[in-house]
């Protein structure tokens, strides 16, 4: 049904569905027999949904730095998360984590379905880091352990001032950013990143993300998890929970602007990030999830099913970006039409409608700044309706066909 919607409602995604399925299972087929290799690819593909696929692009052995330091970093992740585990117990996991990586027997039961599996038989993505070179092991090692001490240390605070959301992002994510830095610097692939934009690229996504998943941090059983900023939340309402009440929906809904606002800083950073990256496999890993981050912003702000339900992008119109992301022209288009977006959506009577525009308006400077954005090609969240034409009388032939042979 999923499928038979797509046709009729966006028609122009359905090849870029069926390219995606066909390359996912491709993926699966070509998943290495040894034990650990085995494991760590077929878990990166249930834990990092469409990532897996660009991650599976890379040249052999930066994929394989890349999918155990996806793993080891949402393993850590995944003891963060879980809710369950007294702090005097989660504490110390998290700032010894990056000694466990290298113990082929360690492992620690934590959170739910594919992610408790990860940390049942973690032992096996050990395995498969131990036979990383050196420089990745390094790398990956050194990430581990700041991280792993930042989210300690929040373990035991609270996400008070808009430096504390910062900081707490930087370690979750930024360090992310400066990690695959180095990881793409050790392949000899790219010149090393300066820490400011590679963080900048970690922060953007984090703070997407945050945005997106308020009901689900808020709901979170037995304990909600709450990383908006008092400082900015405090301005809409009492309690941070209170925006879930439908009655508080204008003030959840500026606050919600407020932080989106808040995370476009980064987008110009990101820009300039991925205009410097060389080897194209390694540009369309970093850029993908951008866009999918700058395409999410736009759908969340001033949308009040942010605190409603799940509000993310269209399986269609993820395939669609996966399809299309193969140059920094690419890049500047994606980015030039979902900031349009957004803008078609700030409200003057918001209280941060203006600083809003300025942050889009910089976005949109930027792309058209570049010398390589072609407006002609803006048809990243819009179909292109003689396209979408063709490919249904395509679809149409397709189906007599298909009846005509069944009838002979």
């Given at each position: ?8 409602t ?26 650990h290799?085995?494991?760590s ?10 990532f ?75 395995t ?21 001490a ?7 605070k609270?996400?008070?001032?808009i ?55 808020i ?16 301005k ?15 003030k ?43 395409g ?23 395939a ?65 309706r ?12 397709l ?10």
């Amino acid at each position: 049904m999923g499928m038979l919607a797509a046709m009729v409602t966006h028609p122009d995604e359905v090849y870029p569905m069926v390219k995606l399925k066909l390359a996912s299972d491709r993926i699966r087929r070509q998943i290495p027999a040894e034990p650990h290799w085995s494991f760590s690819y077929s878990m990166l593909q249930k834990v990092s949904r469409s990532f897996a696929l660009v991650i599976q692009q890379l040249e052999p052995q930066l994929r394989d730095a890349v999918c155990v330091f996806y793993l080891v970093l949402r393993a850590l992740d995944t003891v963060e998360d879980d809710t369950s585990i007294p702090s005097d117990i989660k504490v110390p996991i998290l700032q010894n984590f990056y000694l466990h990586i290298y113990d082929r027997k360690w492992h620690f039961s934590c959170g739910a379905k594919d992610y408790k599996i990860l940390m049942d038989k973690f032992h096996l993505v050990s395995t498969a880091f131990l036979e990383l070179d050196k420089s990745y092991q390094e790398a990956i090692e050194d990430i581990t352990r700041r991280m792993g001490a930042g989210m300690a240390k929040f373990i035991c605070k609270e996400v008070e001032s808009i430096d504390d959301y910062d900081e707490y992002c930087h370690y979750v994510a930024g360090l992310v950013g400066l990690g695959l830095s180095k990881l793409f610097h050790a392949s000899g692939s790219e010149e090393l990143a300066s820490d400011n934009l590679s963080n900048s690229m970690g922060l953007f996504l984090q703070k997407t993300n945050i945005i997106r998943d308020y009901l689900e941090d808020i709901n979170e059983i037995p304990k909600s998890r709450m990383f908006w900023p008092r400082q900015i939340w405090s301005k809409y309402a009492d309690k941070l929970e209170g925006f879930k009440n439908a009655g508080n929906s204008t003030k959840a809904v500026e606050c919600l602007n407020d932080l989106v606002t808040n995370a476009l800083i980064h987008a110009e950073d990101c820009l300039q990030y991925m205009s410097a990256l060389k080897d194209l496999a390694i540009f369309r890993f970093c850029a993908i999830p951008q866009i999918m981050a700058i395409g999410t912003l736009a759908l969340c702000y001033n949308n009040v099913e942010v605190f409603r339900g799940v509000v993310k992008m269209r399986r269609g119109l993820t395939a669609k970006i996966i399809d299309q992301t193969n140059s920094m022209s690419d890049v500047y288009g994606a980015f030039y039409e979902f900031s349009s977006l957004l803008k078609s959506k700030i409200d003057d009577n918001d209280p941060n409608a203006k600083l809003t525009r300025k942050h889009v308006e910089a976005i949109q400077k930027a792309c058209g700044s570049s010398g390589l954005l072609d407006t002609r090609g803006l048809r990243m969240h819009e179909s292109n309706r003689h396209t979408s034409l063709l490919i249904m009388v395509v679809f149409l032939l397709l189906a007599l066909l298909l009846s005509f042979l069944s009838h002979k």
